[in-house]
């Protein structure tokens, strides 16, 4: 991971007052408060979004109607829960703000420089005032395209390798909407999980869970006043229940989940509130989470997650030692799967060993996967890698290694997972060089990777370089070991400044610093 990047500091927005003591307009006022508070959020970052420097209100005039014109001149420097807020009050601001429509059901994005917004928003709020939307291709500016579909009546869109995302430079095609029988279908059952609940609510197994939602540390989170519930904290879990049926997801499994975590300081989900400051982002992360490794764990075992609408336990023990391994809370897992059954109103099953389920998200998390297609020999690695690494070659100011090759904890994505390459620290602007000769095969913005060089070596291996601001090599140019090839960066998926560095067999990542055993 790379270190944090100084918060940049938006222009001043001048604010002229006549001499005769004239009051400024109330745009003016709500302009240079921006611009005021926005400047004491550069000293106050750790708790910019907590607190929501900018308020969502200052975005709306008298009337309740968006000032789109005021949000566009500020958008870069407002919080993921002011813009949530924003969308939740204007439906389909977040679209018109983040992206161009070229053509009927074609949009172009663009994230404005805010990059958090750019790593965490997703397809399900640009699209949220529009369930009718079921299919999307997104193509990436290398030409990439991955066609993707819809979970729930307003959840992500997956395609076979997982979660979509969409980025800066990202065009997205609408290709299919459902029919108006197909929605209010979606819709009915939707309600009917809703209902569900809502008519078991007073059952004494969800006790401990209105309990736990009354406590101070929930009160802060902002709820609907027109959701159901009669106090604070019913409403908040209706909200997380709706949240997770309009995901397409087993809310049962989303409500087990917070208690299992129940993290203090505003963690409302544990291990994913690092970096991810809000109760409503943690809610969205873990319910992706949910849906990833539904689909992860099919791949994996050839297995349904899930047997007649109840999760199973292999699948649990699964999910859970992936979103909290074992050897660091021993606990989650038995946390987690006795929640779910009471909740979900269903025994326990007779014999619960969460031994396969650990196996196999131990074998998944380190690409044990039916998508690794073509394996790497310890042979091909030891000749691509005969050379070694040097860090000081890469990146000469600097070359200090802050996140090796291996599981570890994403810092964005908030969950253990494979880092298939080095993070190399340094500052914006220093020289990143090449690993060894090659031929460059890509130079250009490329998903997470933000602006990403690729080297073909001669020994057909591939070199990667992510997260650059500044590229200065062309396709198909000639390199040499030790030379340029551009400037660090923090363009992508990215938490500060940093190169990434990969090394590709076959189309696998392998470990740069690998050392054998002679």
């Not at 607190?51 to 975005?59: E, H, S, T, Y």
């Not at 968006?66 to 679209?95: H, M, R």
């Not at 929605?183 to 969800?206: H, I, M, N, R, T």
Request: charged residues 25%.
């Amino acid at each position: 991971m790379g270190k944090e990047t100084p918060q940049q500091v938006p222009p001043a927005i001048e604010v002229t007052t006549p001499p005769e003591a004239v009051p400024p307009s109330t745009e003016a006022k709500e302009a240079q408060e921006v611009h005021d508070t926005t400047q004491d959020g550069v000293m106050k970052e750790s708790r910019r979004e907590r607190v929501n420097i900018i308020k969502a209100d200052q975005f709306f005039d008298r009337s309740g109607k968006l000032k789109t014109d005021f949000l566009e001149e500020n958008v870069a420097f407002t919080s993921i829960e002011v813009l949530y807020q924003i969308e939740e009050k204007s439906p389909g601001a977040l679209l018109e703000v983040f992206s161009e429509k070229t053509a009927d059901g074609v949009y172009k994005f663009d994230f404005k420089d805010n990059t958090q917004a750019e790593s965490r928003i997703g397809l399900s709020w640009f699209f949220k005032s529009m369930p009718e939307i079921r299919n999307v291709n997104v193509k990436y500016p290398d030409g990439t395209e991955r066609v993707s579909e819809r979970k729930g009546l307003v959840g992500s869109f997956y395609d076979g390798e997982g979660y979509v995302e969409v980025m800066t430079g990202y065009e997205v095609t609408v290709t299919k909407q459902a029919t108006p029988a197909e929605l209010q279908s979606l819709k009915a059952e939707k309600d009917q999980l809703v209902s569900s609940f809502e008519q078991a609510k007073g059952d004494p197994k969800f006790s401990s869970f209105f309990d736990m939602l009354g406590d101070k540390k929930y009160r802060s989170v902002d709820v609907d006043k027109n959701e159901k519930g009669k106090n604070h904290a019913e409403k908040l879990a209706f909200h997380v229940f709706e949240v997770s049926a309009d995901n397409g997801v087993d809310p049962y499994l989303t409500m087990s989940l917070l208690k299992a975590e129940n993290g203090n300081n505003e963690r409302f989900f544990g291990v994913m509130a690092e970096g991810c400051e809000g109760f409503e982002m943690q809610l969205e992360m873990a319910i992706r989470m949910i849906r990833t490794h539904e689909m992860s764990y099919k791949d994996v075992s050839s297995k349904e997650p899930s047997i007649n609408g109840v999760y199973t336990v292999d699948f649990l023990a699964y999910f859970s030692e992936i979103y909290s391994p074992s050897a660091i809370n021993s606990n989650h897992f038995n946390n987690l799967y006795k929640n779910y059954f009471s909740y979900k109103g269903t025994s326990e099953p007779a014999a619960v060993n969460p031994a396969e389920g650990r196996r196999l998200a131990g074998l998944y998390m380190n690409g044990g996967s039916s998508k690794v297609r073509n394996p790497v020999s310890e042979i091909q690695k030891r000749e691509v890698l005969a050379s070694g690494v040097h860090l000081k070659q890469l990146v000469p100011a600097n070359g200090r290694l802050t996140s090796p090759y291996g599981v570890r904890f994403h810092p964005i994505d908030h969950v253990w997972k494979m880092h298939t390459g080095l993070d190399i620290d340094g500052e914006t602007g220093d020289q990143v060089n090449a690993w060894k000769d090659g031929t460059v095969s890509f130079a250009g913005r490329k998903g997470g990777y933000g602006n990403l060089v690729i080297i073909k070596h001669d020994d057909g291996s591939q070199s990667y370089y992510a997260h650059l601001k500044q590229i200065d090599v062309k396709k198909g140019q000639r390199i040499s070991g030790g030379n340029p090839i551009g400037l660090m960066g923090s363009t992508g998926k990215s938490t500060g400044s940093h190169l990434h560095f990969e090394i590709r067999i076959n189309g696998q990542a392998v470990n740069p610093l690998e050392k054998f055993n002679n």
